[in-house]
């Protein structure tokens, strides 16, 4: 057996260092671990190696189910539920990258002779959940410290993440409504409440929490929203905190490999981010005490949102939990991991009131112990109802995770997304339709790249509800996506090629004609078939009757009391 070299790498980036570096050979493989990485490689013709040859078939689920003996109890690092929820989501995702990382270099290691492996060598950490932070050089050498490793550059990123106690100078009455940010269809609720009710928003002027896209209100519009009725709440920073709470280290393994070092080299670098959550926790606590919310509605139950929520909650606010994902229920034991991974992120279990959007969802709740009020029907998800009326439209959309940010069994990674991609351009079947892929957020900046490599495919970055208005099936895989189209009248495909991961399954039939469950390519393009020539009728079996504008208005109702 030959020695050969590799070359890890996970941004297009660090491949043009790379192919410009003294270091560069043809001979040496590539080996890409995220999707930009892969598409650049495969576009450019590089010497590569796809990682679906690298990764076995049961990497996903003995995973999952190693990973839940460590992360099926919660740290108590914070006195915030919410908090120490994302704390635990953070190392449960950084446990599946170390895994994934081990996988591979171990069946590296039994199909070729390493000689050595090359790496940027970045080490950069911006803060806990920016996808710009980078640590696979520490990760490799810490989990295989007999290769050989050659750093390409030594670029070293450590932004000093400031902890701040905060203050609130809105002016506000007691008995308002208050949305954790203006996200997600919440326009159908305010509209409704607008001008008869007090309303508030919380907004934030630093971009530390991932979920500040939502939340973030520039001044001016925070004044436009004041006009109309809507006040922003804006935590300002006070002082510098110099005392913070430590976060507990994880002790993990993969098989007898020791990895809580390497699980851990991010501790003290994250606890700056939350510490600073739990400060704005702390803030709007006291705040709610004199300024109390009568309702605070979500969409989000961890990490800031799910923060702000506690903060209420503890303050005897009403919570009404109005989640953005979708919930399902589980039908063995790898589903049943993966669905209350998914819950965590978006089920507040203390809320008073809970939306349940779907029938999907509440067999989902039939298996939780939930004691507040169920609201049955639809107010944030889906479209205009389709007619499906001349539209020879497919939409295709799935979750994406990258590399620090992985999910097992129930998202596809990176290289079988690519594969489907692959099969959607090459195949002529799909030329007898226009095939649009909806981007997932996390890979929006592909969009050039990927339109370059599949020609026959288009790609759109935003626009759901208008793309799903134009198309008369969803094809997925997992995604709140699939709750949107058959919110909408449109019939969804759940193609699991991996025979691993079923979305949904009805108790009454064993195929819905508005939800199909296909594992191999043949079938898909025959249910592609026979959905474009018939009229799905089996809605009711998943969906509420009662039109969005009913379901707003019950709960403007409550809101109102």
Do not use: W
């Not at 940027?120 to 806990?128: K, L, T």
């Not at 009131?353 to 009020?373: D, M, P, R, S, V």
């Not at 990258?402 to 099969?423: I, T, W």
């Not at 009711?540 to 409550?558: A, C, F, G, H, R």
Request: aromatic share 14%; net charge positive.
């Amino acid at each position: 057996m030959s020695k050969d070299s590799f070359f890890i790498t996970q941004s297009r980036e660090e491949i043009d260092f790379f192919l410009n570096s003294k270091s560069f050979s043809k001979i040496i493989n590539i080996i890409p671990i995220e999707l930009e990485a892969l598409i650049y490689c495969d576009i450019c013709k590089l010497n590569f190696i796809n990682p679906k040859f690298l990764i076995s078939d049961n990497f996903q689920k003995s995973t999952l189910i190693q990973s839940e003996k460590y992360f099926s109890k919660i740290n108590k690092n914070f006195d915030s539920e919410s908090i120490n929820k994302e704390v635990n989501q953070y190392f449960r995702f950084r446990f599946n990258s170390i895994s994934f990382i081990n996988e591979l270099i171990n069946n590296l290691k039994k199909k070729y002779k390493i000689h050595k492996i090359y790496l940027s060598g970045d080490n950069i950490f911006f803060n806990a959940r920016d996808k710009r932070n980078r640590f696979l050089y520490s990760i490799i050498k810490n989990l295989f410290k007999n290769i050989r490793l050659e750093k390409l550059r030594n670029i070293n990123i450590k932004k000093n993440n400031k902890i701040y106690s905060y203050t609130i100078n809105s002016k506000i009455k007691s008995n308002f409504i208050l949305f954790t940010n203006l996200g997600y269809n919440f326009k159908r609720i305010i509209k409704q409440i607008l001008f008869r009710e007090n309303i508030a928003v919380i907004s934030n002027k630093s971009n530390k929490v991932i979920y500040e896209n939502l939340s973030k209100i520039s001044l001016i519009k925070a004044k436009l929203l004041n006009l109309i009725g809507i006040k922003s709440i804006e935590l300002d920073e006070k002082k510098i905190i110099f005392k913070k709470k430590k976060i507990k280290k994880i002790r993990a393994f993969i098989g007898k490999k020791n990895i809580t070092k390497i699980l851990n080299l991010e501790s003290n670098l994250i606890e700056p981010y939350y510490n600073d959550i739990f400060e704005k926790y702390k803030c709007l606590k006291k705040f709610f005490k004199y300024s109390k919310p009568k309702f605070s509605i979500s969409n989000v139950a961890v990490g800031y949102m799910g923060a702000i929520l506690d903060a209420a909650r503890e303050n005897k606010s009403k919570i009404v939990n109005i989640p953005h994902g979708t919930l399902a229920p589980h039908y063995n034991k790898y589903d049943k991991i993966f669905k209350k991974i998914i819950s965590e992120a978006i089920f507040y279990k203390k809320s008073d009131y809970f939306i349940c959007q779907t029938k999907i969802a509440n067999e989902f709740l039939e298996t939780e112990k939930f004691i507040g009020k169920i609201l049955k029907g639809n107010i944030i998800l889906g479209a205009e109802k389709n007619n499906r009326k001349s539209v020879k439209q497919i939409l295709y959309a799935v979750t994406n995770k990258s590399f620090h940010n992985q999910q097992l069994v129930g998202f596809e990674n990176f290289y079988e997304y690519y594969e489907n991609l692959n099969f959607f351009n090459k195949d002529n079947f799909f030329r007898n339709y226009r095939f649009k892929i909806q981007l997932h957020p996390s890979i929006y900046h592909l969009k050039n790249l990927l339109e370059k490599k599949f020609k026959n495919l288009i790609f759109e970055k935003s626009n759901l509800e208008k793309n799903l208005s134009e198309s008369f099936l969803v094809i997925s895989f997992s995604s709140t996506v699939i709750e949107d189209a058959i919110l909408s009248n449109l019939p969804v495909i759940l193609y699991d090629r991996h025979n691993r991961y079923r979305h949904y399954k009805s108790k009454k039939f064993e195929n819905l004609d508005i939800l199909h469950y296909v594992v191999q390519k043949n079938i898909l393009k025959k249910k592609i078939h026979e959905i474009y020539s018939s009229s799905p009728k089996n809605y009711s079996e998943v969906v509420y009757d009662e039109p969005v504008k009913k379901n707003v208005s019950s709960l403007v109702e409550i809101l109102k009391n």
